[in-house]
């Protein structure tokens, strides 16, 4: 099928043999974004988190056809070295990151998060930041997500729209 992907403020026209292909695989593969990761490839660990229109979405467990006319932001997308987003901010300040590999993952979960709950209390984030770190960086983790809160203005604009 063709199928057209708006992924990072960029149009993507793309062939993709079998719509149910899991949006990872194109994001990934295709359009060589690497930093959205795989891990369980069944929707448990949420290494794979990107938005489409703002949402959370595991995006391995999510066929490519869904996300046709939607906004897609992967990591990549949502901040810039020069200018990062809150969440990337605060995961530098509070030195979050051991292997690094589901922490992707873990912003994307949060960036969306905020813009619905701008102040979540611990049992907000207990509730919705399911993802699974088995570096078990998870109080780090915490005190970042409420960091993050306190430099986050309610659905802020996502910076790199190029990326
Ligand atoms: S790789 Fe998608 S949820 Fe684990
Ligand atoms: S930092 Fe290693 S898996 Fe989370």
């Not at 194109?26 to 703002?54: E, N, P, Q, S, Y």
Request: proline share 5%; glycine share 8%; charged share 20%.
């Amino acid at each position: 099928m063709n199928i057209s992907l708006n992924v990072n403020g960029r149009s993507h026209a793309l062939e993709i043999a079998d719509g149910n292909t899991p949006l990872l695989w194109v994001i990934r593969d295709i359009l060589d974004l690497k930093g959205t990761k795989f891990g369980c490839g069944k929707a448990a660990c949420g290494a794979c988190t990107l938005h489409v229109d703002g949402e959370a979405v595991r995006s391995c467990s999510y066929g490519v056809k869904f996300a046709e006319g939607k906004e897609i932001t992967t990591i990549e997308g949502l901040g810039t070295k020069e200018n990062p987003h809150p969440v990337q901010q605060a995961w530098i300040e509070e030195v979050v990151p051991q292997c690094g590999y589901c922490q992707p993952g873990f912003m994307m979960a949060t960036a969306a998060l905020l813009n619905k709950v701008p102040k979540p209390t611990d049992q907000d984030i207990d509730d919705n930041i399911i993802n699974v770190c088995r570096c078990a960086t998870y109080y780090r983790m915490r005190k970042a997500i409420h960091r993050a809160a306190e430099l986050h203005t309610p659905n802020e604009v996502v910076q790199n729209q190029n990326a």
